[in-house]
């Protein structure tokens, strides 16, 4: 018999500037990133530990919901802010939703 240990979906909430947020790694966040930013999001969290600031702003579009309604902010709600302080300050949540995200097994698997 296979054993099989799955681990609850991560949400952490934020206050942004006022607003309630949360942030969230899931197949919603996925199709988003996938589809706004036209790259894999694997391909996409190779250049995030490449420390390129784009990539990381636009994973962090994706992740991030109002809370009330569920609705993506998106990178574009970001251009507003310091890009390096959105850097440091959302690098420990992205850390903390990232942990069991899947390795890619095959080259064809990364793009």
């Known amino acids: ?10 949400v952490k909430p934020i206050l942004l500037n006022g607003l ?6 899931d197949n919603t966040t996925i199709d988003h990133y996938q589809r706004v930013n036209k790259i ?7 250049l995030m530990e490449k420390n390129e600031i784009k990539g990381v702003k636009k994973l962090i579009g994706s992740i991030v ?6 609705r993506i ?3 574009k709600h970001f ?3 310091n890009d390096l302080e959105i850097v440091a300050a959302f690098t420990p949540v992205i850390k903390e939703l ?5 390795e890619p097994k095959e080259e064809s698997e990364k793009k």
């Open 20 to 25: 309630e947020c949360i942030c969230v790694l």
């Open 79 to 81: 251009n507003q802010f």
């Open 1 to 10: 018999m296979e054993v099989i240990n799955l681990s609850k979906k991560v």
């Open 98 to 102: 990232l942990p069991n995200l899947p």
């Open 40 to 46: 894999g999001f694997l391909k996409g969290l190779e």
């Open 73 to 75: 902010l998106g990178e």
């Open 65 to 70: 919901r109002e809370k009330k309604t569920g």
